[in-house]
């Protein structure tokens, strides 16, 4: 036996995954309880004293607290549900691990051994269900039949989810196997192994930045730690860069460094877009260059971008799926950063003025017309104002974010950790579940999570597993204009006037916090605003609802219904 494995006497096989969860570092779990893995949850009572189970009110909640903590610790997410139903309802949270980029392990109980492939109570299978690939939901499916095995299978699931592009894994656990008794040993922690650029490469990205004379960084994707992006910093300080951050990844650069150019995503500024355009190179730093980041393949043309293109990502097979680049380097984000904060820095630089007209379009874009009778750019601005710096902010989906987005100045991740959680999948319901399980996790930070009135309804109960488990310094900020604003969005431009299936009936939410035993306030004036938030800071050891009724009228940061109707019509018209 290696002399790094730990010797372990008989004991369940479900005992045994709980104690190869501890000895990768996990202290807390997400979950819906099923009978399917009974063993592990007698596993988690065993060693309650090392390990918190946290019981949440519907699996896609769960999931998205997983993926949450993926993004929190920068170690896989996990998460427990029961077959069938249980692994349905936990497939969004996985795809938003999938497509963001986020380590997670998603365990699945399973029918028993002997009742497969007889569409058994319950029974899928999951191979088919999250199949591996590019464009499926997981990184890897595997399934245990041998207990004695179910420790290579932990640690497997570690190593993959952690690899080149981080992301997630399933893991599927027969009932009966979880029973049987086993003296497999609890295997070692698991620490990914990491690519670096080659000397070869760094010398032609060199030589390609000396060149240029408008250049641009992006900077996105998984994979991220505090000396890495602190190592970012110091590159683009030293070289003068500008630095964009990819669609809900504005936490990895701080958002008031002078080198700042604002986030390249949904509602991108007009002045950043024409300047990505504008751009002669390209620095990709670990995003994918999905469709939010590149304005639907537009700013950067794929195949083929107009710019030149440095494309740095985890993944080897990433690399090159969708565009051409002119350089492209396989390497952890940890590598590259280091690797970039080493690089000769010349004696001058061409592109001063440009990367600060960058910082001054972004700056200009902070400006915005008042608006009333509750001017949402004041409500993000009192937040950030208010809450403590390395407070967590947390969206899911919806015209809302925009505002957030757009006026939150969010600060780097090797300041005070991760301060965004927000799908880049686009998933609705991810706010709440992801400030729960931030409040839980990290109980001394604050948390805010703004959510549209669509949005929070969709996994709103888990406001339940916050009062249960004792959450703090935990605000959530309803939205509500009584529409699913984004599709509405899109209704008023494509059929102005013909709304169909976007009107919303909403509970009165500050009652329904109330319910759930938080505080709770509505509010539906500027000035009413502020003095809501203080009492909700002056109340930490209580979760607290701000309800914010605007008009229906209002869509985004930039615009609005009526506005969108008009134009709509007016092209129409001369047409």
Not at 89 to 105: E, K, P, R, V
Not at 490 to 501: C, D, F, L, T, W
Not at 518 to 543: G, M, Q
Not at 555 to 571: G, P, V
Request: charged residues 20%; contains cysteine.
């Amino acid at each position: 036996m290696n002399s790094t494995q730990a010797t372990a006497g008989a004991r369940l096989a479900g005992h045994a995954l709980v104690e190869a969860l501890i000895a990768q570092g996990v202290t807390d779990v997400f979950g819906v309880p099923g009978e399917s893995y009974l063993a592990v949850l007698d596993g988690f009572h065993e060693h309650r004293d090392s390990i918190r189970f946290i019981a949440c009110r519907q699996e896609g909640g769960a999931a998205f607290m997983a993926e949450a903590q993926g993004k929190l610790t920068g170690r896989p997410g996990i998460c427990f549900v029961t077959r069938g139903p249980g692994a349905t309802n936990a497939s969004i949270g996985l795809h938003t691990a999938f497509q963001d980029s986020t380590a997670m392990i998603l365990f699945i109980g399973q029918v028993a051994s002997d009742q497969r492939d007889r569409e058994a109570f319950q029974e899928v299978d999951y191979r088919q269900m999250f199949g591996p690939g590019t464009l499926g939901m997981a990184k890897w499916v595997g399934e245990v039949q041998d207990a004695d095995r179910l420790p290579e299978y932990v640690a497997r699931a570690f190593h993959t989810a952690l690899q080149g592009r981080p992301g997630p894994v399933v893991l599927v656990l027969p009932e009966d196997m979880l029973t049987k008794a086993t003296q497999a040993p609890v295997l070692p922690l698991v620490r990914a192994a990491e690519a670096a650029p080659t000397p070869a490469a760094l010398a032609e990205l060199r030589e390609r930045l000396l060149a240029a004379k408008k250049p641009l960084v992006i900077v996105g994707g998984g994979g991220w730690t505090a000396d890495s992006t602190a190592a970012l910093q110091r590159f683009a300080e030293a070289w003068h860069l500008p630095v964009g951050c990819a669609f809900r990844f504005q936490d990895l650069f701080d958002n008031s460094h002078a080198n700042y150019a604002g986030d390249v995503g949904i509602g991108i500024s007009p002045k950043l877009a024409a300047r990505v355009r504008e751009a002669d190179l390209i620095l990709a730093v670990g995003p994918r260059l999905g469709e939010m980041t590149t304005g639907g393949y537009t700013l950067l043309q794929a195949p083929r971008p107009a710019q030149q293109l440095v494309h740095i990502h985890g993944g080897a097979e990433e690399l090159g799926r969708v565009y051409a680049a002119d350089l492209a380097i396989n390497a952890s984000m940890s590598c590259a950063a280091q690797a970039l904060a080493a690089l000769e820095v010349p004696t001058t630089v061409p592109w001063k003025e440009w990367t600060a007209a960058a910082q001054a379009d972004y700056q200009a874009n902070q400006v915005a017309e008042p608006a009333s009778p509750l001017d949402m750019a004041e409500v993000v601005r009192g937040l950030s104002t208010l809450l403590p710096e390395g407070t967590v902010f947390t969206n899911g989906a919806g015209n809302y974010s925009g505002w957030l987005h757009r006026f939150h100045r969010y600060t780097a991740l090797h300041r005070f950790g991760r301060t965004q959680l927000a799908p880049t999948s686009g998933a609705m319901g991810y706010g709440v579940p992801a400030a729960v399980a931030a409040a839980l996790i990290q109980p001394d930070r604050w948390v805010v999570n703004i959510a549209g009135d669509g949005d929070f309804l969709m996994t709103g109960q888990e406001l339940a597993t916050a009062t249960g488990y004792g959450a703090k310094r935990l605000i959530s900020v309803v939205v509500d204009n009584g529409t699913y604003g984004t599709i509405r969005m899109h209704q008023e431009r494509e059929y102005p006037g013909r709304v169909s299936g976007s009107d919303l009936f909403n509970p009165d939410f500050a009652a329904l916090a109330q319910a759930y035993g938080w505080r709770a306030a509505r509010i539906e004036r500027t000035e009413d605003f502020e003095p809501a938030l203080r009492e909700a800071l002056a109340s930490p050891e209580r979760p607290t609802l701000l309800h914010l009724r605007l008009d229906a009228d209002v869509s985004t940061s930039r615009t609005t219904l009526s506005k969108i109707r008009a134009a709509a019509l007016q092209s129409q018209n001369n047409a």
